[in-house]
């Protein structure tokens, strides 16, 4: 099985991990990690490394984190570079997560990873569809 960390800026990671639960039910090896104001890089660096060796055992790590560029993306980057089988998706949202939980147990890290990134943009839609032109 693959394990889940979700992580972002202030309460982002617990926030859609909390979401998940609510859809999903409580779920194993999924953990979530909030980057904090008064938080160093090498603060985050040490909570993401504690909360991947509390997740083993797993097949691998996918990480989600909230936007590339950011502090969560790079440590996240970072770390992955170390390990095998690992996969990190910037950009996270709801149906994304949901579809890597899903599917897990039954797919490569490469292949969740695109799986999570096709189900995060076909969860995107405007309301109407298509959206309405205002008349002027």
């Known amino acids: 099985m693959i394990g889940i960390v979700i992580i972002g800026h202030g309460a982002f990671a617990s926030a859609l991990k909390s979401s998940v639960e609510l859809i999903a039910g409580k779920q194993p090896k999924i953990a979530d990690i909030s980057f904090e104001p008064h938080d ?8 993401l490394k504690d909360v991947v060796a509390g997740l083993e055992p797993v097949t691998g790590i996918l990480f989600f984190t909230d936007l590339v560029g ?12 170390e ?29 969740a990873v695109e799986k999570a990134i096709q189900a995060g943009k076909e969860g995107i839609k405007p309301f109407p569809d298509p959206p309405c032109v205002p008349i002027v």
């Open 40 to 47: 160093s890089t090498e603060d985050l660096e040490k909570k």
């Open 70 to 81: 950011g502090t969560p993306f790079k440590v996240s980057a970072l770390l992955s570079r």
């Open 83 to 111: 390990m095998e089988q690992t996969g990190v998706v910037a950009g996270a949202n709801l149906p994304m997560i949901l579809e890597a939980l899903f599917e897990r147990e039954h797919l490569t890290i490469s292949r």
